[in-house]
Nanobody
């Protein structure tokens, strides 16, 4: 069984920064992809960033150049550094991993960007 626990969300002003963390327990291997998704009120959940075993990363266009995903395999933790935050980044952010045949999700952490 795999559990994902996010932390680091909060209220931040436009232009500010936050770092989200996702601690994984269970059978997580360095080759497993791990990602961050977000869901704003009234919208579908969308991919923000993903890191694949070997260091490959992928970002959604709205966050390119502002967000950075990284992982510490020794700690089974994935991070999302968010800079230059905008009000449209406001959402619940979820950590995700896929270990065949199951997709696992964390409980989510709220990020609110507002002045």
């Amino acid at each position: 069984q795999v559990q994902l626990v996010e932390s680091g969300g909060g209220l931040v002003q436009p232009g500010g920064s936050l770092r989200l963390s996702c601690a994984a327990s269970g059978r997580i291997f360095s080759l497993n992809s791990m990602g961050w998704y977000r869901q704003a009120p009234g919208k579908q959940r969308e991919l923000v960033a993903v890191t694949i075993g070997g260091g490959t990363t992928h970002y959604a266009d709205p966050v390119k150049g502002r967000f950075t995903i990284s992982r510490d395999n020794a700690k089974n933790t994935v991070y999302l550094q968010m800079n230059s935050l905008k009000p449209e980044d406001t959402a619940v952010y979820y950590c995700n991993t896929y270990i065949h045949p199951t997709t696992y999700w964390g409980q989510g952490t709220q990020v609110t960007v507002s002045s």
